[in-house]
């Protein structure tokens, strides 16, 4: 079965980094598009990044472009979100999925999700 793994979260503070990861197993993912998105509490799910497996171009969201970098391992079925300069706005679980759709901005366009995993940016 497909399974998106993610890993990397924590408590960091303002204008710190950290690196999440991602590893995707249970099929191939070399026509989709991965994204990362956030949910704080209280507020939607939005969209940070995404990067399209084959030929690896982007998308960032504006809250977070020149400071996080998506970027992807084919060798480790791996997808990362180098996130610096991180901003106590920036506390949210953080989801990797992945759609095949053209519609990448949309959560509702990915098939598949992780688990989530938590970061937290103190002031």
């Known amino acids: 079965q497909v399974q998106l793994v993610e890993s990397g979260g924590g408590l960091v503070q303002a204008g710190g980094s950290l690196r999440l990861s991602c590893v995707a197993s249970?099929?191939?993912?070399?026509?989709?598009?991965m994204g990362w998105f956030r949910q704080a509490p209280g507020k939607e799910r939005e969209l940070v990044a995404t990067?399209?497996?084959?030929?690896?171009?982007?998308y960032y969201a504006d809250s977070v472009k020149g400071r996080f970098t998506i970027s992807r391992d084919n060798a480790k079925n791996t997808v990362y979100l180098q996130m610096n300069s991180l901003k106590p706005e920036d506390t949210a679980v953080y989801f990797c999925?992945?759609?095949?759709?053209?519609?990448?901005?949309?959560?509702?366009?990915?098939?598949?999700w992780g688990q989530g995993t938590q970061v937290t940016v103190s002031a």
């Open positions: 249970g099929r191939t993912f070399a026509l989709y598009t």
């Open positions: 999925a992945a759609t095949r759709s053209v519609f990448i901005t949309t959560h509702s366009a990915y098939e598949y």
């Open positions: 990067i399209r497996w084959s030929i690896g171009n982007t």
